[in-house]
Structures are given as structure tokens and as C-alpha cells.
């Protein structure tokens, strides 16, 4: 079976000793050398989110199952969900498919949420819980994070649960120094793991509002997980094979240096994009170019995004085409993990190629 490379925004290319890590023989979910793994993952996020304060915990599920949780523990009366393309709007889905009060605010696709309007929203009383996705896949967009979060802590009573599915390992995201409640990720993203485990942050605020929050559920409870967490283990049974890997990635991005690998991600971002305006169009408002995926906008017509899509596959590449609504009109190639800004270069080169054809 031939390989193809990923450059699709998840998942991604997983390195060889990742990969290797994974094929490892089980163990019991329940003894030390199990916990002795789980504590030392869990030390090693916190050195990636920047703050010994807080709750660490390792979801069995996708990034979904965590987006779930967060509604489940911390929204008592009324989320505002921040829409800005499919992942964000899924998430005000979630909400509404569980039984919550839920209003959408929405924005055109590849335009971000603003913080004006936010504040807006929130002076209104209503909601006591915001939920926002950082890094919008389907776009290529990254909210304006920092002001919103100034924003929110206006109002210290919303609950602040912020998506960082593709954007946390490949940048900073502090989660107290952003007044952030509830963090969550995918590790097939940014991280570099096959899909299957997700990665919450959640405040110790957080935790003490969902105790007052009915209707919990049980398998993202997060009383469940703070009661195991204090033995280093999981409430159910984890997925043993990819906390280890994680484990082993960790300690290769520990090595690599944490600036080093932001200053790498920005590098490809910048490669990238300045790549696709010079061809294409970047499809994103100017100012919130995601750094982890860029969507690009086809504004060819020597080139149809199929094309581009079939003739880099018979190189064995394979870049995503346009999300939902954008798929005849965008392309979108992740630059995310363990990718090098060389490796990167080798596909622009490709698409190049492929361009004067």
C-alpha cells in the first residue's frame, strides 16, 4: 500500500517513533506503571499550556466528545455560541442536540468574531456560558483570541470554553493568563497523534460551576474525571496506546523547544501564505490567517480545485479540498506537527509545477 502524505488539517503526518510508540504491549488502565505514563503526560501539557493552575484530563473520544462536555458541565442556563464556519456552528448544534438553551451568533464565513459584538451580547444578561472556536478549520481562520478574552473577563460569571482543536501545540494558548474555563484539543492535529484522544484544560471556576450544573451526563463528567484524576487515572477505560504515544511526543516537542517549535509553525505559515497570494488568494479576512491551515481561495481559471487536488495525488500528496460550502472554491493545506518549513516547500514547488502545465 502505497503512502500518501497527509497536508490535510487532521490527521496528520505521524512521525516513525509516534507511530512506534503506539505498537507497545498493553498494560492494565488500573496500576502504577499505567499512572506513572498518565502523570507524566499530564506534566508535560502543563509545560505546554504555561500554568501549574487547573485540571488536566485525557478524553477517550474525539474532539467532538470534548466540545460536548464543555456544554454539558458549564452551561446552567444559556450558551452564545461564536459561529464563524462548520466546526463553530457544529458546536452551537451541540448544543441545541442536547437539550440547551442556545443563541448563535454568527458571522460570514472567513470573517472573525468580533469583540465588540460579544460584549454586546454578554451586557445582556442572558448567557452564562460562551462557547468559541479559536482556529476554524473549515476557514483557515484564527479568532481574535487575546481581545476576546479581555472581553469576557468583563463578565467573570460565562462560563469561557474556547476550541483549540488545531491550533493548540502549534501555538501558545495560556489558558489563565486568557481567562479561559474550559481548553480542548485533538492530538491528531497540531500534536502529531492519530485520531482518538482529546486533551482538556478546564479552570478550578469551572469545576466548581458544573458541581451546581444538572444533567452532566456521565461519560464527560467532570467530576469523574477530578475523583480518578487523583490516583493519575481515567474514568472509563483510556485508550492506553495513544496516551503513551503522547507521551513520547511530548517528549520530542520538550526537546525541540517550545519557541522553537512556535517560531517553526509561523515560519510554514508565513511560507505558505505569502506562497498562495502570489498564486491564489488567501480566502481568510487579512489579520486572522490561521497558522496551522491555510484556506486558500482558486481565483484561476487554468486550475479547478479538483484538478489540483487529483494531480497531487498521483504524487502521493493529499491537500484538502474546500470545506462544506467552499469546496469548489477553496483548497486548504495544513502545516502543522512535526512538518518542516523544507518539506512544506517541496509541495508549493509541486503545485507550482503543476501550474505551468
Not at 519557541?259 to 479576512?285: G, I, L, V, Y
Not at 477553496?330 to 508549493?348: G, K, N, P, Q, S
Request: charged content about 25%.
Amino acid at each position: 500500500m502505497t503512502h500518501k502524505r497527509l497536508w490535510i488539517p487532521g490527521p496528520v503526518e505521524v512521525h516513525p517513533d509516534v507511530l512506534q510508540a503506539c505498537a507497545v504491549p498493553m498494560i492494565t488502565h488500573r496500576g502504577k506503571e499505567y499512572q506513572k505514563i498518565h502523570s507524566g503526560v499530564k506534566g508535560k501539557l502543563r509545560q505546554l499550556f504555561g500554568t501549574e493552575k487547573g485540571h488536566v484530563y485525557l478524553f477517550t473520544s474525539s474532539s467532538t466528545g470534548a466540545m460536548e462536555g464543555a456544554l454539558r458541565n458549564l452551561c446552567g442556563r444559556r450558551a452564545l455560541s461564536c459561529t464563524c464556519g462548520n466546526f463553530s456552528e457544529r458546536w452551537h448544534d451541540i448544543a441545541l442536540e442536547n437539550g440547551k438553551e442556545a443563541d448563535r451568533y454568527g458571522v460570514e464565513w472567513g470573517q472573525p468574531n468580533r469583540p465588540e459584538e460579544i460584549d454586546r451580547l454578554l451586557s445582556t444578561g442572558k448567557y452564562d456560558c460562551l462557547t468559541l472556536v479559536s482556529n476554524e478549520t473549515s476557514t483557515g481562520l484564527f479568532n481574535p483570541l487575546r481581545e476576546i478574552s479581555d472581553v469576557m473577563k468583563k463578565y467573570p460569571d460565562v462560563s469561557f470554553a474556547v476550541d483549540a482543536v488545531s491550533s493548540l501545540a502549534g501555538v501558545p494558548i495560556n489558558p489563565v493568563e486568557l481567562g479561559i474555563d474550559y481548553l480542548l484539543a485533538g492530538t491528531q492535529k497540531a500534536f502529531g497523534l492519530p485520531p482518538g484522544l482529546a486533551v482538556v484544560w478546564a479552570s478550578d471556576r469551572a469545576l466548581e460551576k458544573s458541581a451546581k450544573v444538572p444533567g452532566r451526563g456521565h461519560y464527560f463528567d467532570l467530576h469523574q474525571f477530578r475523583k480518578m484524576d487523583e490516583k493519575n487515572e481515567t474514568p472509563e477505560t483510556p485508550v492506553i496506546s495513544l496516551i503513551h504515544a503522547l507521551d513520547v511526543q511530548m517528549t520530542r516537542m520538550l526537546a525541540e523547544g517550545l519557541d522553537n517549535r512556535w517560531k517553526r509553525h509561523r515560519e510554514m505559515a508565513t511560507t505558505c501564505q505569502e506562497w498562495a497570494n502570489s498564486r491564489f488568494k488567501m480566502f481568510p479576512a487579512a489579520g486572522c490567517w490561521s497558522t496551522t491551515v491555510s484556506c486558500i481561495e482558486n481565483t484561476r481559471k487554468d486550475v479547478t480545485v479538483k484538478q489540483l487536488y487529483e494531480k497531487l495525488l498521483e504524487r502521493n500528496a493529499v491537500i484538502s479540498e474546500g470545506y462544506g460550502k467552499l469546496k469548489e472554491r477553496t483548497f486548504r493545506i495544513a502545516h502543522m506537527a512535526d512538518t518542516t518549513v523544507a518539506e512544506l516547500r517541496e509541495l508549493l514547488g509541486w503545485i507550482d509545477e503543476i501550474l505551468k502545465k
